[in-house]
């Protein structure tokens, strides 16, 4: 089986300069302008952002393209069940109606759907680039570091430092308990029966659980006798201090977040409504 | 109080935890019933972790190992339900003090008590703090996301129910016993 996973890029650009704790806070930035707004503008001017940073970050859409490939799939099925679900969803939202496409039942294709529609995958799509980003330009060690320095207890951060550092060794572990029962004639295709096929998926899940919450008594006994969790404080290897481009990064997203939430207030809706 | 719930072997657990929760997203089992339905795995052990190391544990691994593993995955997080695997962590923990699952415990009444929990718990966050999210995030169509919650919600109460029982029983048996010892006399 394969587990495709985002992994950290290497490549000298300033995105991967910025350090972890200021990528956090401008993806976290973005995170909420994206969720609030619901302004076609908002979203065209984020997506466009995004897509420039990740020039800037000279990431190979080849090293991306399973997940975008994932993402398109979503949002097709989503706006095929919203259609499903509720065609008239875009007239409540806009107050007003324009029929293009006469079809029975209430399934009348309206333009008012149409831009509804095109809003939400606009929503979707427009986060893409920033959470992405952020996975592939950060150090997995340094983002631990980061955690800590925007305000998570270090305990947290340590535990997430734990969590990027065994995801790795867990899917090693996987792959062995799976060969070595699979050598032994366990057989988890959809040739078993399904009786059958859980049994063996149990054969390879409960030694991986097991073993995996062994580590936990190994891991917290070393940590024990080297005094972790003795102080306040903590200092991390990998954190680095804010230069420029940290502060440059942070409050142009914040100048974007407050903009936005402006022009929501202004206009008392989060909806550009370009129907009225 | 607050050492004695994140002490270094709950940190510890968290992050294991978490690492195994997102492996687990990618270890399905195929039903065969109805088409492309998976049996989902990581929530039964959700549950396990939960009842061992209590709501913290189980509220963190739930938020870290949904949202990380969202971002490794599709490059992308979906916060909505990521706050449910966070609460249904914590819901899922907050029995750990009544079953005594690590002194290998977990009788006819800790099935039901465990059982009412998660059921509880799970129903709240699916069929309602999933859609809601939705609804006030994306403006998704009401119809739509409540039977989206209703059904993925029905399916891990179902599974968390038989495979997540079965496992906490498993482990609770591999676990020594309390009094299992005798003196000689």
Redesign the interface.
């Known amino acids: ?1 394969k ?4 992994t950290f890029i290497d490549r000298p650009t300033p995105i991967h300069k910025m350090t972890g704790a200021s990528k956090l806070i401008c993806f976290l930035l973005w ?1 909420i302008i994206g ?1 609030s707004t ?1 302004d076609t503008w908002v979203l065209i001017f984020m997506l466009v952002t995004g897509l420039a940073v990740f020039a800037v970050s000279r990431i190979k859409f080849q090293e ?1 393209s399973f ?2 490939i ?2 398109l799939i ?1 949002l097709l099925l989503n706006d095929l ?2 259609y ?3 065609p008239e ?1 875009g007239v409540q ?1 806009y107050g007003t109606r324009h029929v293009i496409l006469r079809l029975p039942g209430s399934y009348s294709l309206t333009l008012e759907q149409l831009f ?1 529609e095109l809003n ?1 995958s606009l ?2 799509f427009s ?2 680039p920033f ?2 980003l ?2 592939v330009t950060t150090q997995p060690s340094e983002f631990a570091a980061s955690l800590n320095k925007i305000g998570v ?1 270090y ?2 951060s ?10 790795p ?3 090693r572990d ?1 792959q062995e308990i799976a060969q070595a029962q699979q050598a032994r004639g366990i057989d988890l295709s ?1 040739k078993a029966r ?1 009786g059958i ?2 049994k063996n ?1 149990a054969a ?3 030694p ?3 073993s ?2 062994g ?3 190994t ?2 006994n070393g ?2 006798l080297r005094g ?2 003795k102080k306040k404080m903590r200092t991390w290897y990998s954190a680095r201090t804010f230069a420029k481009r940290d502060y440059l990064g942070i409050a142009f997203s914040a100048a974007v977040l407050v903009l936005s939430l402006t022009i929501m207030l202004v206009r008392g809706s ?1 909806y550009y409504n370009p129907f009225q | 109080m607050k050492k004695d719930l994140l002490n270094i072997r709950t940190i510890v657990a968290i992050g294991i935890g978490a690492a195994i929760f997102i492996v687990l997203r990618y270890i399905t089992i195929p039903v065969g019933i109805v088409p492309n339905t998976t049996v989902q795995l990581n929530y039964i052990f959700l549950a396990l972790i939960a009842v061992i190391y209590g709501p913290i544990a189980g509220g963190l691994i739930g938020l870290l190992g949904h949202s990380i593993g969202d971002a490794l995955q599709y490059g992308n997080v979906w916060w909505s339900w990521v706050i449910v695997s966070a609460l249904v962590g914590v819901g899922f923990g907050l029995i750990w003090r009544k079953l005594k699952i690590s002194e290998g415990i977990f009788g006819w009444k800790s099935v039901v008590l465990f059982n009412v929990v998660q059921i509880i718990t799970q129903a709240i966050g699916w069929f309602l703090v999933a859609p809601l999210g939705d609804i006030t995030i994306y403006a998704e169509p009401a119809k739509k996301v409540f039977l989206q919650g209703i059904v993925a919600g029905v399916l891990d109460i179902v599974t968390v129910g038989i495979f997540g029982t079965l496992l906490i029983w498993i482990y609770a048996k591999t676990q020594t016993k309390k009094g299992s010892l005798k003196k000689e006399e």
Not at chain 1, 3 to 6: A, E, H, K, S, T
Not at chain 1, 158 to 167: D, E, F, G, K, S
């Open positions: 089986m587990m495709r996973m985002l995170s969720m619901y991306i997940v975008l994932f993402i979503f069940a919203i499903g679900f509720s969803q939202i509804y939400i929503k979707y986060m893409i959470a992405l952020f996975i207890s305990r947290i340590y535990a997430v430092a734990i969590t990027l550092r065994y995801i060794d867990i899917q996987y959809k399904i096929r859980i998926a390879i899940v409960l991986l659980i097991f995996s919450l580590r936990i008594e891991i917290s940590m024990e972790f969790g989060r």
